[in-house]
C-alpha cells in the first residue's frame, strides 16, 4: 500500500470497510481519535482512517490549503490506491464539503465511490458558506475579515472553541489562522455540481446556531441514491458535545454498508 501524509498510518488489509474521516474548519485528525474504539464497542467492523490535512496537527509546518479544488485534486490522487477498497466518507462542517467534491471529482472520472457518504453540519453547496465572526463581515474574496477577537468569540459561542484558549493568546496565533484559511477554502467552492451516486446520510445539530437544519436538509438535491437525516442533540460541535450519540448512529451505518459491492461511478 502505498504511504500518504493525509494518513497516519497504513490501512488495515482485512477491514470490511474503511471510514475516512474529514475534519472541520480549523480541526484535525485528532477529532476523530476515539472512533475506532468506540465503533468496535459498538460492534462495527471498520478501520477508521481519519484524515490529515496539510498546515496543521502533525502537519504543522506546511503550507494550507485555501482553495478547494487543489486540496480535492491533491486528495483524489494520495488516497486513490485507499479508495478502491469499499470505504464510507464522514465530513463534519468543512469536512462535508471536501468530502462531497472529493466524490463528485471521483463520480466525474469514473473511479470507485464510498458505499455512503455521511456529512454533517453543512449547508447543503448551493447555499452560501457559513460566516464566522461578523464584528466586520466577510473579506472581497468571500473570506473572513472579522478580528481575532471577534472570530475567537464566534468560535466560543459556537462550542468550537474551549473557554480556558481564551487565556492564552499563543495558542489562539497559532490556531486563528487555521480557521481562516479554511473559512477561504469554503468560500472557494464556487458553483454547486451535480447529484452524486452514493447514499447520503447527513447530521444536524438540533441547536446549531450557525447552520440550521433545513440547510442541512438542502443536501437531498445531491441524492441520487437515496438520503436520510438525523437531527442530534448539541449544536455545530455534537461531534465533541455528544460523540456517543453521533456514534450510535453511525454504528448502524457501518454495519449496513460493511457487506456491500464497492460502487463504481460510469465517467462522464
Known amino acids: 500500500m502505498t504511504t500518504t501524509e493525509y494518513l497516519a498510518r497504513a490501512p488495515r488489509?482485512?477491514?470490511?470497510?474503511?471510514?475516512?474521516?474529514?475534519?472541520f474548519a480549523g480541526g484535525g485528525a485528532s477529532a476523530y481519535a476515539r472512533w475506532?474504539?468506540?465503533?468496535?464497542?459498538?460492534?462495527?467492523s471498520v478501520d477508521v482512517l481519519p484524515v490529515r490535512l496539510p498546515g496543521r496537527e502533525?502537519?504543522?509546518g506546511e503550507p494550507r490549503f485555501t482553495e478547494l479544488a487543489p486540496l480535492v485534486q491533491?486528495?483524489?490522487?494520495?488516497?486513490?490506491?485507499?479508495?478502491?477498497s469499499p470505504h464510507?466518507?464522514?465530513?463534519?462542517?468543512m469536512g462535508a464539503l471536501i468530502a462531497y467534491a472529493l466524490i463528485e471529482r471521483r463520480q466525474m472520472r469514473g473511479a470507485p465511490l464510498p458505499r455512503a457518504a455521511l456529512l454533517a453540519a453543512y449547508r447543503a453547496p448551493h447555499l452560501p458558506p457559513p460566516r464566522l465572526g461578523t464584528d466586520t463581515g466577510a473579506g472581497a474574496d468571500g473570506s473572513c475579515a472579522a478580528s481575532d477577537s471577534g472570530l475567537a468569540r464566534a468560535l466560543g459561542a459556537l462550542g468550537g472553541l474551549p473557554e480556558a484558549l481564551l487565556g492564552h493568546?499563543?495558542?489562539?496565533?497559532?490556531?486563528?489562522?487555521?480557521?481562516?484559511d479554511?473559512?477561504?477554502?469554503?468560500?472557494s467552492a464556487g458553483t454547486a455540481g451535480g447529484p452524486l451516486r452514493v447514499p447520503l446520510h447527513l447530521f444536524a445539530g438540533a441547536d446549531d446556531s450557525l447552520v440550521r437544519t433545513s440547510e442541512v436538509t438542502a443536501w437531498r438535491r445531491y441524492a441520487a441514491r437515496g438520503c436520510e437525516v438525523r437531527v442530534l442533540p448539541g449544536g455545530h460541535f455534537f461531534l465533541r458535545t455528544h460523540e456517543g450519540w453521533l456514534l450510535d448512529e453511525v454504528a448502524p451505518l457501518v454495519r449496513r454498508y460493511g457487506g456491500r459491492r464497492t460502487v463504481h461511478a460510469a465517467a462522464s
Open 36 to 44: 475506532q474504539r468506540e465503533l468496535d464497542a459498538r460492534g462495527a
Open 169 to 180: 493568546p499563543e495558542w489562539l496565533r497559532a490556531l486563528l489562522p487555521v480557521v481562516r
Open 74 to 84: 491533491e486528495l483524489d490522487e494520495e488516497l486513490d490506491e485507499v479508495l478502491v
Open 13 to 23: 488489509p482485512h477491514a470490511p470497510v474503511r471510514l475516512l474521516c474529514f475534519p
Open 182 to 187: 479554511d473559512l477561504a477554502l469554503c468560500a
Open 88 to 93: 464510507l466518507l464522514y465530513g463534519h462542517s
Open 58 to 60: 502533525g502537519r504543522y
